[in-house]
């Protein structure tokens, strides 16, 4: 309780307080955290991400989709799926297998069914195979009908199914007709998690090996600044990519275990850099060489005296690291040699701009992948400045 | 050099040092080659006696600090001996030295750095006295609380992080932890250069009375002589890494006989007037540690140098009473 307290009471967590900018960002990175948490705990799987649920490049709330294109999409579609259930030798288990999104097949006898498709099919007679309200604006009330009929096929959405697929449906489809609301939620995950992993699994290789050099010096410290100056001397970005080629055909490759080991490599070096300069300081305070009289070894006094006043820059290197890691994500599925097989940004701004279709007025999955991006990128930068703001002595 | 002068009474010699060497390589160039040496010790020897305080003075730069840091074997010599209670320590590894260490402790000279930031007072003393096992778990807390109250400090005081204290508060807690192991020996590397006056005075006599208290063996590192001779049984002064004088701090000024011991003296204000004799100002600059001068480390600025100093290093001679003195001209 006192340890909370003194950690409170601190000048910097003072003054990170006192910065109310900060205090918004944090709020925003908090609701991320929740969203993440939210997906992890189940709340939107990897199948929901990937089930159809509705027509291809269904704008969102904000534009109704044209009704030729709501009948050519989505009507026709469920009309055609329940036609082919009814002519299955299995009729019961084939309708109960029907399905569009949300919606599935009223629970009807077969019988039934089949007048109510007769139905629909004599209203769409009346209309041609691709109708065009433009050419025929008098169409429009034919459609109407045949959608009011169609709808008795359905079954009824309970007030929570509604909700879901209002909620699914609010930022559109994407060109498979997938959520694109749902698939931007998921990828809060897969980008917190790896900001995560690699910040954490840097900052502490870093800060251990920087300590370890920096404190023992000799050839550790050769050796250490050797490997660092080697592996920073190579790209970043094509040693990513080799070493996702590395994993193509290996179990992992679906995993995002490459991903993990691509920027472990690589994004410990400027935190190991700046603990090593930190502990060179260190080591010549009087709290260490008073440390050394007393008989502790290395190891004690690297864990208590050296580690422990170099925390605001593992701090520090750790909000810049996850900021890095997230946007090289990013990149990387971009490219298609990052994350595979479930939603991230990257790639949902891959596939909106694949066949020139942003152009063509397809916007809101681009556009919603890089707010989410942009917004918990500049939250944590903003953090970060103020996380640096607070731990130096020379600012108020 | 002459050997160590052998100790006339029967006092046991807690602390020798024999002609302690300590160069500091600088390293460049191609390959990391040693392109220069910094001669921060040149073969000094002295002995403490159990119970004697022994002061050691000298301008910024002269390996006063070196000096204390080699005894407690912050530094390995580069050669030479230090015997600790008739153990040569010069050479032993840290694992060796480990139950050397809860003997010998020390005053380091900068409150604001000697103190973790990250620990509080009872933790910083506690993990001393744990890693030697001083005193049983059980009693650790009582142990604790008589050590705050003894360099004066309250004990509720043990609660907090060190930036919670000003400096003279920190140089009790620093003082504290140097006693928590039972030391016989201190080194007291300028304790007090880094307070105000007032402060000094009350460190300066807490040291006393512990030193009193607990019969002490102390190696007293300061630049100010005053606080030397008020402090200190005997004196070393060094130049450049060398002893030039040692000599029993009783009246100082009648008995100073090096040219530098006097200049320094001459420095130091006198509150009497009549007292107050010519003010030695040494010119020119104290050479590069790099590259000392071949025969006297003094030459350079010595008022009273002769050819024989320029090439010839005096050696530190005996002139009675435990007075040496290394300087051709004096007699």
């Known amino acids: 309780m006192n340890r909370i307290k003194q950690m409170i009471n601190t000048r910097e967590a003072k003054k990170l307080w006192r910065n109310k900018l900060a205090l918004v960002a944090l709020a925003i990175i908090m609701l991320y955290l929740l969203a993440a948490l939210f997906v992890m705990a189940g709340g939107i799987s990897r199948v929901t991400c990937d089930t159809v649920i509705g027509p291809n490049k269904m704008p969102g709330f904000y534009r109704q989709d044209t009704p030729e294109k709501r009948y050519e999409n989505s009507t026709k579609k469920f ?89 699914s449906i609010l930022l559109g489809t994407d060109a498979q007709g997938r959520s694109i609301f749902l698939r931007g939620i998921y990828s809060i995950k897969i980008a917190i998690q790896i900001g995560l992993v690699t910040a954490i699994f840097a900052v502490s290789l870093g800060a251990f090996l920087g300590a370890a050099a920096g ?88 864990l208590r005296y050296i580690l422990p006043n170099t925390a605001h820059l593992m701090l520090i290197n750790f909000s810049l690291l996850l900021i890095a890691a997230i946007k090289s994500e990013v990149i990387l599925s971009y490219l298609g040699f990052g994350v595979k ?40 930068n903003i953090l970060s400045d103020a996380l640096q703001d607070a731990f130096d002595p020379k600012h108020v | 050099m002459s050997p160590p002068p052998t100790n006339s009474d029967n006092d046991p010699v807690l602390v020798r040092v024999e002609n302690a060497v300590k160069h500091f390589p600088k390293r460049g160039g191609l390959f990391n080659r040693v392109i220069a040496k910094v001669h921060a010790l040149n073969d000094v020897s002295f002995t403490i006696k159990k119970g004697q305080v022994l002061g050691v003075v000298g301008e910024s730069g002269c390996g006063k600090s070196t000096l204390g840091k080699v005894v407690i074997r912050l530094h390995r010599p580069t050669s030479g001996k230090v015997i600790f209670d008739g153990t040569d320590i010069s050479q032993m590894s840290n694992q060796q030295l480990r139950p050397i260490r809860q003997r010998m402790q020390m005053i380091f000279q900068d409150p604001n750095s000697s103190l973790n930031p990250r620990m509080t007072v009872e933790t910083t003393i506690k993990e001393v006295i744990g890693l030697h096992d001083v005193v049983p778990e059980s009693k650790m807390d009582e142990t604790i609380d008589q050590l705050l109250k ?111 011991t006097r200049a320094l003296l001459s ?65």
């Not at chain 2, 009273?304 to 320029?310: A, F, G, L």
């Open chain 2, 267 to 331: 420095c130091n204000p006198i509150t009497d007037p009549d007292q107050r004799g010519e003010l030695t100002v040494l010119e020119g600059e104290v050479p590069s540690p790099y590259d000392p001068p071949a025969g006297c480390p003094f030459v350079t600025r010595c008022a009273i140098k002769t050819k024989q100093c320029e090439t010839e290093n005096p050696p530190l001679l005996d002139r009675g009473n435990g007075h040496r003195v290394a300087c051709w001209e004096v007699e």
């Open chain 2, 150 to 260: 003894k360099v004066g400090l309250r004990i509720d005081d043990k609660m907090k992080y060190p930036h919670e204290f000003s400096g003279g508060q920190k140089q009790r807690i620093g003082i504290a932890r140097a006693l928590a192991v039972n030391p016989e020996f201190i080194i007291a590397d300028e304790p007090v250069s880094a307070l105000d006056v007032s402060i000094q005075a009350q460190v300066l006599n807490l040291m006393m009375d512990l030193k009193e208290e607990l019969g002490l063996t102390m190696l007293f590192v300061s630049h100010d002589l005053k606080v030397i001779d008020h402090f200190c049984d005997s004196m070393l002064v060094m130049y450049l890494g060398n002893v030039v004088e040692e000599m029993p701090c009783e009246d100082i000024h009648a008995h100073a006989k090096h040219p530098y």
């Open chain 1, 79 to 167: 009309l055609t799926k329940v036609k082919r259930a009814l002519a299955a030798e299995d009729v019961e288990g084939a309708l109960s297998e029907v399905s569009l999104g949300p919606f599935t097949v009223v629970n009807k006898s077969p019988a039934e069914l089949e007048m109510l498709v007769a139905e629909v099919d004599a209203l769409a007679g009346e209309l041609n195979e691709s109708p065009n309200l433009d050419i025929d604006p008098s169409l429009l009330p034919k459609i109407a009908d045949l959608e009011a009929a169609e709808a008795q096929l359905k079954a009824p959405l309970t007030a929570w199914q509604q909700f879901v697929y209002d909620v």
């Open chain 1, 341 to 380: 097989n479930q939603p991230s940004w990257g790639i949902m701004i891959r596939d909106a701009g694949n066949n020139g279709d942003v152009v063509g007025g397809f916007f809101w999955e681009i556009g919603f992948a890089t707010a989410l991006m942009f917004v918990l990128v500049l939250a944590f």
């Open chain 1, 215 to 302: 404190y023992f010096g000799g050839w550790v410290d050769h050796v250490v600044v050797w490997i660092y100056t080697t592996f920073s001397s190579i790209p970043n970005l094509v040693l990513l990519v080799v070493l996702a080629y590395a994993f193509t055909n290996s179990a992992a490759k679906d995993t995002l275990l490459p991903v993990y080991i691509a920027f472990g490599a690589t994004f410990w070096i400027g935190t190991c850099r700046v603990i090593r300069g930190e502990t060179l300081k260190l080591k010549e305070m009087e709290y260490v060489h008073a440390a050394q009289t007393a008989g502790f070894g290395p190891v004690h006094i690297l």
